[in-house]
C-alpha cells in the first residue's frame, strides 16, 4: 500500500498539471510537476524520506542492495546540468499522475485557469509514495526496484520568479495612466 503525506512549501518547475501530455517513456498521457525541496526545511525532508523509509520496509523483506529512487539531490545529480542554479540547495522529485490532480489556492478555492500556476511558483503538495520492482530481487522484473512518488492534488501557496519560460505580464509592466478622453485634451497632452 503507498504511504500518502503532504509536502511543505515546495516550488515548482517543469508544471504540467491542467492538461495531460505523453510520456514517452511509460507510453501514456499524464499530468506531472517537479518538486525543489529546500535542504533547509527539515520538516518537509524527513517526511520524503520517511515515506522512503516506509516504503522499503513495506516492499521488501531485505532490502535491495541497489534502489533507485526518484527522490534526488540537486547538487549531486544536476551540478552539470544547463538549469543547475536552480537545483542549487535543494533536493528534487518528478511526480506524476495519469488523474488530473485537484489544484486549488491558499483559501482551498478551485484553480482552473492553466495561467495561475507557473513554474517558480510554491505550494504543498498531496503524494504517495510508493515502492516498486519488488520482482526485480527474484529475477522476474527488468527493471531496478525503486521508490518513487505519484502526484495526488496541489495547492498553491504564493506566486514566485518565473522559473525559465516567459515572465508574466504583471511582473514586467506597472500601470499606466490612461490617455485623456477628448481630442482638445489629446491636443493639449501632445503639446
Not at 544536476?78 to 488523474?99: F, L, N, P, R, T
Not at 512518488?149 to 504583471?170: C, I
Request: with cysteine.
Amino acid at each position: 500500500m503507498a504511504t500518502q503525506f503532504i509536502t511543505g512549501k515546495v516550488r515548482f518547475a517543469f508544471v504540467n498539471i491542467f492538461q495531460p501530455r505523453m510520456n514517452e517513456l511509460k507510453n501514456r498521457e499524464e499530468y506531472s510537476l517537479m518538486l525543489l525541496i529546500d535542504k533547509r526545511d527539515e520538516e518537509t525532508v524527513k517526511a520524503f524520506k520517511d515515506a522512503i523509509t516506509k516504503e522499503v520496509t513495506q516492499t521488501w523483506k531485505n532490502k535491495p542492495a541497489s534502489l533507485d529512487c526518484t527522490f534526488k539531490d540537486g547538487d549531486v545529480e544536476k551540478k552539470d546540468d544547463k538549469y543547475a542554479e536552480m537545483y542549487e540547495g535543494h533536493y528534487y522529485v518528478q511526480v506524476s499522475s495519469k488523474d488530473k490532480p485537484g489544484i486549488v489556492d491558499q483559501n482551498c478555492n478551485q484553480i482552473i485557469d492553466p495561467n495561475e500556476v507557473r513554474s517558480g511558483d510554491y505550494g504543498r503538495v498531496s503524494l504517495a509514495a510508493f515502492g516498486y520492482g519488488k520482482g526485480a530481487i527474484k529475477g522476474k522484473s527488468t527493471f531496478s526496484p525503486g521508490v518513487t512518488f505519484f502526484l495526488n492534488n496541489v495547492q498553491l501557496m504564493e506566486k514566485g520568479e518565473a522559473l525559465g519560460g516567459k515572465p508574466r505580464a504583471t511582473d514586467e509592466f506597472g500601470a499606466v495612466a490612461s490617455a485623456p478622453e477628448n481630442e482638445a485634451d489629446t491636443m493639449d497632452f501632445l503639446s
